[in-house]
């Protein structure tokens, strides 16, 4: 391979995602005095909060329905009655506090301390722009990448191949030359591979993988490829 450059994802890539989305609702609840059991409360909103990103990468929901509907869907599960107006106010908090919780991936600093020295290295993250810059920038890895591509800055987002062609010509490199690493399956690497990208499967989940495809569970096991 002639890498030289390198996208990332973001969340459940880098940045921990799931620690602190649950330190932020904590503190979210806690800011707006509303008294929920939040190990139950998350133990509903994760596997919907997946859902409605999954609907929303594949356009079937808008960024505020995704917002919206995950939490009303949640506290239906849970039988709490709350209003439109209490809804929004969790969702508008939520997003305020969620950068203030910067826990990183083990090793994620030593690797792209690593990796700075020889590549270019980007960002592709369909999470939402006025969020995804300040997570990089207070978990203290921004200096690290030469371009953040968004989904909305790009107009379309993973898997669709237009985000990946954008990200490649907004760094001036070739699909020979670009590498993706990512944690979702469809949407990082499928989406970078149809894209003509070589990939890297960021398994820490552990799932089956066919063996054509590059696949890792530690981000320091980066340096056994690059």
Same mark, same amino acid.
């Given at each position: 391979?002639?890498?030289?450059?390198?996208? &990332?994802?973001?969340?459940? $890539? *880098?940045?921990?995602?799931?620690?602190? +989305?649950? /330190?932020?609702? #904590?503190?979210?609840?806690?800011?707006?005095?509303?008294?929920?059991?939040?190990?139950?409360?998350?133990?509903?909103?994760?596997? !919907?909060?997946?859902?409605?990103?999954?609907?929303?990468?594949?356009?079937?929901?808008t #960024?505020?329905q *995704?917002?919206?509907?995950? %939490?009303?869907e949640?506290?239906? &599960? *849970? #039988?709490?009655?709350?209003?439109?107006?209490? !809804?929004?106010?969790i +969702?508008?908090?939520?997003?305020?506090?969620?950068?203030? @919780? @910067?826990?990183?991936?083990?090793?994620?600093?030593?690797? *792209?301390?690593? /990796?700075?020295?020889k590549?270019q290295? =980007?960002?592709? $993250?369909?999470?939402?722009?006025?969020?995804? =810059?300040? #997570? %990089?920038e207070? +978990?203290? !890895?921004? =200096?690290? &990448?030469?371009?953040?591509?968004?989904s909305?800055s790009?107009?379309?987002?993973?898997?669709?191949?237009?985000?990946?062609?954008?990200?490649?010509?907004?760094? @001036?490199?070739?699909?020979?030359? +670009? !590498?993706?690493?990512?944690? @979702?399956?469809?949407?990082?690497?499928?989406?970078?591979?149809?894209?003509?990208?070589?990939?890297?499967?960021?398994?820490?989940?552990?799932?089956?993988?066919?063996?054509?495809?590059k696949?890792?569970? =530690?981000?320091?096991? /980066?340096?056994?490829?690059?």
């Amino acid at each position: 391979m002639q890498i030289k450059h390198i996208f &990332f994802d973001l969340d459940h $890539t *880098l940045w921990d995602f799931e620690t602190n +989305s649950d /330190l932020a609702f #904590k503190k979210t609840f806690q800011n707006l005095q509303f008294k929920v059991d939040l190990t139950k409360f998350l133990n509903y909103y994760r596997p !919907i909060n997946l859902k409605y990103w999954k609907l929303y990468r594949e356009e079937k929901v808008t #960024k505020t329905q *995704l917002r919206y509907g995950r %939490l009303r869907e949640t506290f239906d &599960f *849970l #039988k709490i009655e709350v209003t439109d107006e209490l !809804i929004e106010a969790i +969702s508008v908090e939520y997003i305020r506090v969620l950068p203030e @919780n @910067n826990q990183l991936f083990d090793g994620t600093n030593e690797i *792209l301390e690593h /990796l700075s020295l020889k590549y270019q290295m =980007h960002i592709i $993250t369909n999470g939402f722009q006025e969020v995804q =810059h300040l #997570k %990089l920038e207070k +978990s203290g !890895i921004s =200096h690290f &990448f030469n371009q953040i591509i968004t989904s909305e800055s790009a107009g379309v987002q993973k898997p669709h191949p237009d985000i990946f062609h954008h990200a490649m010509n907004v760094a @001036n490199t070739t699909p020979q030359e +670009s !590498i993706m690493i990512g944690d @979702n399956w469809e949407a990082d690497i499928m989406g970078a591979y149809h894209a003509g990208m070589n990939v890297i499967f960021f398994n820490y989940h552990q799932e089956p993988v066919g063996e054509n495809i590059k696949s890792i569970t =530690h981000l320091l096991q /980066l340096k056994q490829y690059l």
